[in-house]
């Protein structure tokens, strides 16, 4: 299984992928490639799922360079690239801090 550190080194070198899902929502939200790569550099563990459905998840928040959080789910399973799954920019209305569930 991927660490977070090791996730966030591939997110350094840009060596991520979305899946389709996360492309359409990178679209939609207005999220670049530059953010992407930015925010998952030195992204943080917000929560874990080990058990899911198709392999361990988590999710990560990270900071763009203009200080825009971005919340990333991604796979952990082993691989030369990230798997991003789905992101968004999160609300401060659902979030504390961007971290924590209200």
């Known amino acids: 299984m991927k660490s977070v550190k090791e996730a966030c080194d591939q997110f350094a070198k840009g060596s991520y992928h979305l899946s389709r899902h996360a492309f359409v929502r990178a679209v939609e939200r207005n999220?670049?490639?530059?953010?992407?790569?930015?925010?998952?550099?030195?992204?943080?563990?917000?929560?874990?799922?080990?058990?899911?459905?198709?392999?361990?998840?988590?999710?990560?928040?990270?900071?763009?360079?203009?200080?825009?959080?971005?919340?990333?789910?991604?796979?952990?399973?082993?691989?030369p690239m990230v798997k991003i799954i789905t992101l968004y920019q999160p609300s401060r209305e659902e979030w504390i801090e961007f971290r924590k569930r209200r």
């Open 31 to 79: 999220i670049s490639a530059q953010e992407m790569r930015e925010a998952g550099a030195a992204a943080e563990l917000i929560e874990d799922y080990p058990l899911d459905k198709y392999g361990p998840t988590a999710l990560l928040l990270g900071f763009t360079a203009l200080v825009r959080p971005l919340h990333f789910q991604i796979s952990l399973l082993e691989g």
